[in-house]
């Protein structure tokens, strides 16, 4: 073995310096999701729902995406192997993923206010829960929407994650900017087509709607690629919370028969207009510590709420519930589901990854 390995491999293993308003912005579209996912149950007319466009946080969870991975592994990804990119991206991401399947199939078994448990024999849940287990789509579980991933419905934007980062492991960081551009350009024209064909850019997360995830990833990965290689970063003072306000603002825009053109300009244009802002913008040092939660919170907040979301929808479906009870159950439950997506990442993920990445270290040093 070269003896130059370990000395590489641990100088590659380091952290590079956060974007902390960006991952500030993370959390604010983590929290958008998790409201969103609430309010559907409620409002089942969209047009109704004050956070309608909730749902396209996730484009900008994609662009951001692509715009870290370009920053973080640009450089290094040669000297890294794919290899050893592959196992630090599922190092980062699959312990969560394993965490948000065992707590959807608890609250497919044991929730107390409803379900038809009795109509799925133990070969159909054991084998979603497998596929769930390893990313692969099933949805086949009709309790559940018929989502690809029925114990954790969240799950399919990790899915195209996971695609991206595999293409960009074999393919995007060897192209160069004016390829990039047109691959990203030929993306748009199929981000545009979807939602004048779907009407909307709600897909990606169910059978039928499986391929409108493709076009969503591969858009707004690449534009965040894009972004971070062309060094489109706009210095500014708009701080945390003016960029948090302009990002809620996306998801709070009206729900209406003209989603098929608003939906698309902001995911081609607004989305990365903010993130090149967030990228450039100065933090004030008082939300910083605001920021670095936000940001560590997002994901296990992303990959653990939709569980509780389920038996949130059976209760509110099968009991008469006054609107002063709901807003109390909706905020409640969204401060406890922070609680804990903070007590997993503590007792969880970040114990995990630290074993893992430990065992990876010192089998390479060997």
Known sequence: ?????PQTTTTILQTKQHFEILDGLRGVAALAVVVFHFMEWVF???SKNFIGHGFL???FFFCLSGFVIGYAYDDRIAKMGLRNFFIARIIRLHPLVIAGSILGLLAFLFDPFGGHLEL????KIFVTFICSLFLIPLPIIEDRGFNNFSFNAPAWSLFWEYIANIVYAFVLYRVGRNYLRLLTLVAAIALCYVAYTSGNLLGGWSGPTFWDGFARISYSFLAGLLIYRSNWIIKNNLGFIGLAVL???AFVMPFSEWNWISE????????PLLVALGAGAKLNDGFKNICVFSGNISYPLYMTHYAVLWMFGNYYTTHKVSTSELTFIVIISTILL?????????LYDIPLRKYLTDKWR????K
């Open 120 to 123: 799925y024999s133990a070969g």
């Open 362 to 365: 010192s089998k390479i040093a």
């Open 1 to 5: 073995m070269d003896t130059t390995e």
């Open 338 to 346: 922070v609680g804990f997506a903070y007590l997993v990442m503590k």
């Open 44 to 46: 089942t007319d969209p």
């Open 57 to 59: 946080a996730v484009d």
């Open 247 to 249: 990002l809620f603002l």
């Open 264 to 271: 698309p300009l902001i995911v081609l244009f607004y989305f």
